[in-house]
């Protein structure tokens, strides 16, 4: 028994296949459901038990005086707005030009995630679109009038880029036990454009805020443990082919491994938090010099700026330290019976397959983030999710089919902090169940399996979810 008196079963024991993500196009040995429920602490020591409404914003437990004055630092400079310039608050002036948000916590919400509009159909914070135009000679860039990103925000006198309008088709299906299901199918248009209508062979993607929980964890997990898992060619023939995205990165000065945004696109915490400033809320700092004007967008770049950069390099690392130390929630019930046994249908399936379970983190100067056995639920590879999810948006090496697995730690408190169930990279699976009936492509083999449970058990590989 282990100390949560859940018997060390292994998936070979259960008769179930070997469900791990591949080594290099090696098999890896069975999932020990009793080892992954052996602790409620998914973020090892980086781990809160507090259950409240802001449990996706509490800090590291072990950190220090200093690194706690820090973490309140950024965490003012996440959660309060920015301003036009000039202003008396000139540490938090410098608004736009264009914009999608007046502060990270707008679209972050109590560090949690976005969801799309259900009633009025017009986009708020919290989902943007990326734009791209495939040129001649089969490259892809940015947009030539709207640049990468839309921003449907604009300071007094100058013109938002356009309004994000969302239209929705049912998809329907059933079980095979006669269980009926229902999808709804987002498709996207930019209306009040500035620059006259977006195109049709515009290749648009949109992109939905996560929780912010565990990045600093993610970023310590060591570039030769993701680069092992990683198996292009599928050598091992079981229709899995993770792959790595490689990507510039502005804090490193050269190329890494992709490990955040929906498609891996960015390397690292500063990367992340850098762009973000820059795309969404028009804040320029060292990473990002430049405002993100373009030529249609008349008196941008003309607009009074917050400084040069608009955020220096103090305060930029103070968001980074924030961002980089949210704990991760301690997993609820790990003990329950249906827990337990949607644990054991959520390897069966194969879901663990991609949504790797257990990871350990490398050095990392912020010394809480080092050496941490953590239960992150991912890969962070790219893998071709077929063409339900499909973007046709190539992003570094990514691919229109590929998204990189995202983390499903703290998805079942999504909910409780932020007052809805809408899941992957648009929010348009209104619950988990949802989500997993979306999977294709390589993960055709989960869902089909998913399909195939009797109902309790697909309720409890659900429940299971939860209880992350």
């Known amino acids: 028994m282990t100390r949560t008196g859940i018997p060390r079963l292994t998936v070979a024991s259960l008769a179930l296949a070997p469900m791990v993500a591949c080594s290099g196009g090696a098999a890896a040995p069975p999932v020990d459901i009793g080892e992954l429920l052996s602790t409620d602490a998914l973020g090892g020591g980086v781990t809160a038990r507090a259950v409240t409404v802001n449990a996706f914003g509490l800090p590291a437990p072990d950190l220090s005086r200093d690194e706690r004055r820090v973490f309140e630092l950024g965490d003012s400079f996440f959660t309060q707005p920015w301003v036009q310039a000039p202003s008396s608050t000139e540490a ?30 017009v986009a708020q914070p919290g989902l943007l679109l990326r734009l791209s135009v495939a040129a001649a000679d089969g490259t892809v860039g940015d947009h030539p009038d709207y640049g990468g990103q839309l921003q449907d925000h604009a300071l007094p006198l100058l013109g938002a880029e356009g309004t994000v309008m969302i239209q929705r088709e049912r998809v329907t299906g059933t079980y095979p036990d006669g269980t009926t299901w229902e999808l709804e199918r987002p498709t996207y248009a ?23 929980v565990g990045v600093g964890l993610l970023e310590a997990i060591p570039e030769d443990a993701i680069r092992a898992a990683a198996d292009p060619d599928d050598a091992d023939g079981d229709g899995i082919s993770g792959r790595v995205n490689e990507v510039a990165s502005p804090s490193l000065g050269g190329t890494a491994v992709g490990r955040f945004g929906w498609k891996a696109n960015v390397a690292t915490v500063a990367d992340q938090v850098a762009g973000a400033f820059l795309g969404d809320l028009g804040i320029t700092s060292s990473l990002h010099p430049d405002e993100d004007c373009t030529a249609v967008a008349t008196g941008c770049a003309d607009a009074q700026t917050g400084g040069a950069p608009e955020i220096d390099d103090d305060r930029l690392g103070h968001v980074v330290f924030y961002s980089s130390v949210l704990a991760v929630p301690a997993m609820r019930d790990v003990a329950d019976a249906e827990v337990v046994d949607g644990a054991r249908a959520f390897v069966a399936a194969g879901c663990a397959t991609c949504h790797t379970p257990i990871q350990t983190t490398g050095a990392h100067e912020i010394s809480v983030l080092a050496d941490q056995e953590i239960r992150p639920y991912t890969d962070l590879l790219l893998h071709d999710m077929g063409p339900g999810l499909a973007d046709g948006r190539p992003d570094g090496l990514a691919t229109g089919t590929e998204w990189r697995t995202p983390p499903l730690w703290g998805i079942g408190l999504v909910e409780a902090i932020n007052g809805h169930t809408r899941y992957l990279h648009d929010g348009r699976a209104r619950d988990l169940e949802e989500a997993i009936l979306w999977h294709g492509g390589e993960a055709d083999s989960a869902r089909e399996a998913f399909m195939a449970l009797a109902a309790a058990d697909r309720a409890a590989l659900v429940r299971f979810l939860t209880s992350l």
Do not use: K, T
């Open 190 to 212: 930019v209306v009040d454009a500035i620059a006259g209508a977006v195109d049709d062979d515009v290749l648009v993607s949109p992109r939905i805020a996560p929780q912010m």
């Open 92 to 121: 938090r002036d410098g608004l736009g030009p264009l914009f999608n948000a007046n502060a990270c916590a707008a679209c972050h919400v109590r560090d949690g995630r976005a969801a799309p509009p259900v009633e009025d159909e």
